[in-house]
């Protein structure tokens, strides 16, 4: 099992900055990547951006050049820095740590969501 617990959020203008944090416990050895995904109110959830153990990163197409992702594998936390903030990036952001190797099988890992909220 990981339990994933993510930090930071709130309110900002468009333009502005923010910054996410999420912190990873327990089984944190089998973790082989850790992302950020999105979800706006009536919109599916979407991939932010993640990164593997390897450090590759991948970043969805709204989000390139803006956002940036970053991990800290000894203190297995991952970080999200937003910047140029739009209003469309309002959503509930998720910390993930997707396809968990696991005896069941590959499991998705998921926090409990931190919202964002950009007024224009």
């Known amino acids: 099992q990981v339990q994933l617990v993510e930090s930071g959020g709130g309110l900002v203008q468009a333009g502005g900055s923010l910054s996410l944090s999420c912190v990873a416990s327990?089984?944190?050895?089998?973790?082989?990547?850790m992302g950020w995904y999105r979800q706006a109110p009536g919109k599916q959830r979407e991939m932010v951006a993640l990164t593997g153990n390897s450090g590759s990163t991948y970043y969805g197409d709204s989000v390139k050049g803006r956002f940036t992702i970053s991990r800290d594998s000894a203190k297995n936390m991952v970080y999200l820095q937003m910047d140029n903030l739009k209003p469309e990036d309002t959503a509930d952001y998720y910390c993930?740590?997707?396809?968990?190797?696991?005896?069941?099988?590959?499991?998705?890992?998921w926090g409990q969501g931190t919202q964002v909220t950009v007024s224009s």
């Open positions: 327990g089984n944190t050895a089998s973790i082989t990547a």
């Open positions: 993930a740590a997707p396809a968990t190797p696991t005896k069941a099988g590959f499991v998705d890992y």
